[in-house]
């Protein structure tokens, strides 16, 4: 089973920037897609990006152009980097991965996005 550990979040300003990083406990090399969600209070959790073990990418039509998406094999990491960040970004950012026919989520990291 592989465990993941979200990390990263935290209080910014509209317009700012956070880089929120996504530990597994083993090799990501065999994981097919990797990828992030939100799920903000009173909404369905949505998927926000994801990419590919051949680093193919993904992205809402939400986020494309403010966020970006990457993997890091040799450290068994995915990242998700938010620019240009607006109020209505904030949400629990939960990390998603897909082995096979498993499913494996992260316990998730805040974000909150005001002034």
């Known amino acids: 089973q592989v465990q993941l550990v979200e990390s990263g979040g935290g209080l910014v300003q509209p317009g700012g920037s956070l880089r929120l990083s996504c530990a597994a406990s083993e090799s990501i090399f065999s994981i097919n897609v990797m990828g992030w969600y939100r799920q903000a209070p009173g909404k369905q959790r949505e998927s926000v990006a994801s990419i590919t073990s051949g680093g193919s990418t993904v992205y809402a039509d939400s986020v494309k152009g403010r966020f970006t998406v990457s993997r890091d094999n040799a450290k068994n990491t995915v990242y998700l980097q938010l620019n240009s960040l607006k109020p209505e970004d904030t949400a629990v950012y939960y990390c998603?991965?897909?082995?096979?026919?498993?499913?494996?989520w992260g316990q998730g990291t805040q974000v909150t996005v005001s002034s």
């Open positions: 998603n991965a897909i082995r096979s026919i498993y499913m494996y």
